[in-house]
Nanobody, 117 residues
Framework: QVQLVESGGGAVQSGGSLRLSCAPS????????MGWYRQAPGRQRELVAS???????NYADSVQGRFTISRDNAKTTLWLEMNSLEPEDTAVYYC???????????WGKGTQVTVSS
């Protein structure tokens, strides 16, 4: 069973920056890391940014121009550069990966991001 580990969350003031990372807990060539999602208290989990199967990127409108998703060539390590953070970005951020046939989905346990005004 693949375990994804997110890191880089924390507490920052409005306008600050954070860089999230996600990687499998053990070396794995059975997955592709695909995207970042977030869930704020009382809200559903939502897409933040992701890669398509063809390598294109998608961003939520609310983070377009402020966040940048990237991954390594092996597609096993994922990053999210977050700039100009706003209190509305406060949430638990989750990494999502899939099996290399895109059938099985894996989720990390999440990392908390808190932005104060």
């Amino acid at each position: 069973q693949v375990q994804l580990v997110e890191s880089g969350g924390g507490a920052v003031q409005s306008g600050g920056s954070l860089r999230l990372s996600c990687a499998p807990s053990e070396d794995s060539n059975s997955i592709y890391v695909m995207g970042w999602y977030r869930q704020a208290p009382g809200r559903q989990r939502e897409l933040v940014a992701s890669f398509t199967s063809t390598g294109h990127t998608n961003y939520a409108d609310s983070v377009q121009g402020r966040f940048t998703i990237s991954r390594d060539n092996a597609k096993t390590t994922l990053w999210l550069e977050m700039n100009s953070l706003e209190p509305e970005d406060t949430a638990v951020y989750y990494c999502r990966a899939t099996s290399r046939d895109y059938v099985i989905v894996y989720w990390g346990k999440g990392t908390q991001v808190t932005v104060s005004s």
